[in-house]
Nanobody
Framework: QVQVVESGGGLVQPGASLRLSCEILGSIYSATALSWYRQAPGKERELVAG???????KYADSVKGRFTISRDHAMKKVYLQMNNLIPEDTAVYYC?????????WGQGTQVTVSA
């Protein structure tokens, strides 16, 4: 019943910004942790940014200072503001929500950074 739906990806030039959104549907329980992962062709899926309901956000070194994760008060929506994008950011970005100890994944949204 729980669905995780990402949106906001697209094709942009280096230096541009994108804002990804993720909505958690079908759960009466709030997530205890929300995070963004990404997977580029030929690479392992990696954690980009994440935060627990009462914790500090954490970022991968490769995006620190450029990306910002945020969420709504109910832990039903999570966003990823991506600034100063570079080609190495090109990947499918996945939203992950942990609810009652179970991780739920979205279908992914494509981000392509190219001149």
């Amino acid at each position: 019943q729980v669905q995780v739906v990402e949106s906001g990806g697209g094709l942009v030039q280096p230096g541009a910004s994108l804002r990804l959104s993720c909505e958690i549907l079908g759960s009466i329980y709030s997530a205890t942790a929300l995070s963004w992962y990404r997977q580029a062709p030929g690479k392992e899926r990696e954690l980009v940014a994440g935060m627990a309901s009462g914790g500090m956000p954490k970022y991968a070194d490769s995006v620190k200072g450029r990306f910002t994760i945020s969420r709504d008060h109910a832990m039903k929506k999570v966003y990823l503001q991506m600034n100063n994008l570079i080609p190495e950011d090109t990947a499918v970005y996945y939203c992950n929500a942990k609810i009652r100890g179970v991780a739920f994944w979205g279908q992914g949204t494509q981000v392509t950074v190219s001149a």
